[in-house]
């Protein structure tokens, strides 16, 4: 299998340049001060559909000829690369049917709705990207149409390979050479392409992937020597939780990407926090991952120069209870106990006097099963002001009720009541 070259990507950025936008490199003064390095993002998320993903389907769908595209497209995607079919169909005129899972963001779906307007059908099928997958798949052999694959396909390669083309242009012009290229990874497609320019222009940069801890299929592949399918995942980073990489990624990616890296699903969303917080950008849990594996190779990037793709800022605002209820257990600073409490009165505070510091806070108190003895389980959430008082938190539960049981070492418990 040959492989996308630089050569590809400038064909594919002549044919989509006046398509997309030309998104900024953008120096990031709080990033850079943390980790003691020169770090730049590239901002996909202000793309026209807040994602990378435009890219790799305006591409693709224009190269299609006049007869396929009269037949319709049909594709399958976590949210992003919709937007970016639906946002192409609208405006070469051409159906579509986007197959998403049941459980992707409402603000996606109806992203798509909006970019694609009446020339986009949606079927949501499936609890993963995999599942709608074999859906659309099956749709497209049913039904004589194109099946627009969203990441496994050379033109999608070479359409993602684009935004590399402008970030190394612009970091040059500057008078950066990037020491490390820092990109998501999900189904491989943006990877291959920022690989597939990267190395064939400035050899020297390291490539670094992120996945999601709990959807690190390329790494899975890696150590296989081959695409395998994980037997479950973590779907919180919707943007990237893919069960299995393509082959054409898959290849890619094992000849030009120096290192992989993956980043617990905790950090990502302070991360996201953090974007919002102090930089005003909106990332979604996908686009946030390669900033949030600076954390990780913060030792190695120090005095370097780095960019982070910001891939997408498509986040459903209503996710951002959970994102920091995430942040908050990942910080150490949240966690969730059974305790059996004396059924009596005064049994709460004698608990807050005896167990709680000064500063702790009680998020959650609730009876899993009032029952007539003398003591009753406790369902407790606690906010700690600091993760370093845990351990005399953790001493004083264990006078109060030496039976206690701490959800975060227990897993079931933890989904099932939490």
Do not use: W
Request: net charge negative; proline share 3%; aromatic share 8%.
């Amino acid at each position: 299998m040959d492989l996308v070259t630089d050569q590809d990507v400038r064909e594919a950025f002549q044919t989509i340049k006046q398509a997309v936008t030309r998104t900024p490199l953008q120096h990031d003064r709080y990033l850079s001060e943390k980790y003691q390095a020169n770090v730049l993002l590239k901002r996909e998320d202000l793309q026209k559909v807040r994602s990378f993903k435009l890219r790799g389907a305006y591409y693709a769908i224009k190269r299609l000829s006049a007869e396929d595209l009269a037949k319709g497209v049909v594709c399958a995607s976590a949210g992003n690369h919709a937007q970016g079919v639906a946002f192409t169909c609208h405006e070469l005129k051409a159906q579509a049917d986007i197959f998403m899972p049941v459980t992707t963001p409402q603000q996606k779906v109806g992203q798509v709705r909006f970019f694609g307007g009446d020339d986009v059908t949606i079927h949501l099928v499936g609890d993963t990207f995999d599942a709608a997958a074999t859906a659309a798949r099956q749709f497209t052999e049913e039904n004589g149409k194109t099946f627009i694959d969203p990441f496994d396909d050379q033109a999608i390669i070479a359409g993602q390979g684009t935004l590399a083309l402008e970030m190394m242009t612009d970091a040059l012009q500057e008078g950066f050479k990037p020491d490390y290229v820092v990109c998501a990874i999900g189904g491989g497609g943006l990877i291959s392409g920022v690989s597939s320019y990267v190395k064939n222009t400035e050899p020297s940069t390291k490539i670094i992937g992120v996945e999601p801890a709990g959807a690190a299929s390329m790494q899975a592949a890696f150590d296989q020597g081959e695409p395998i399918e994980l037997s479950e995942i973590e779907k919180f980073v919707d943007g990237a939780a893919v069960k299995k990489v393509g082959q054409q990624t898959y290849q890619h990616a094992k000849k030009q990407v120096d290192q992989l890296v993956a980043v617990d699903e905790g950090l990502v969303c302070s991360t996201i926090l953090s974007l919002y917080g102090k930089q005003a950008i909106v990332a979604e849990p996908a686009g946030a991952l390669s900033v949030a594996a600076l954390e990780l190779l913060k030792e190695e990037i120090k005095g370097k120069t780095v960019i982070c793709v910001i891939s997408g800022g498509n986040n459903d605002i209503n996710r951002m209870a959970e994102i920091d209820e995430r942040s908050l257990v990942y910080e150490g600073l949240k966690h969730y106990f059974v305790v059996n409490f004396p059924q009596r009165p005064g049994a709460t505070k004698e608990f807050v006097q005896s167990v709680l510091g000064p500063e702790d806070d009680i998020t959650r108190f609730e009876y899993t099963k009032k029952i007539n003895r003398g003591t009753g389980p406790v369902l407790l959430g606690i906010l700690l002001q600091n993760a370093a008082d845990l351990d005399k938190l953790l001493t004083n539960l264990k006078k109060f009720d030496p039976q206690y049981i701490d959800l975060s070492q227990n897993k079931m418990l933890y989904s099932l009541l939490v």
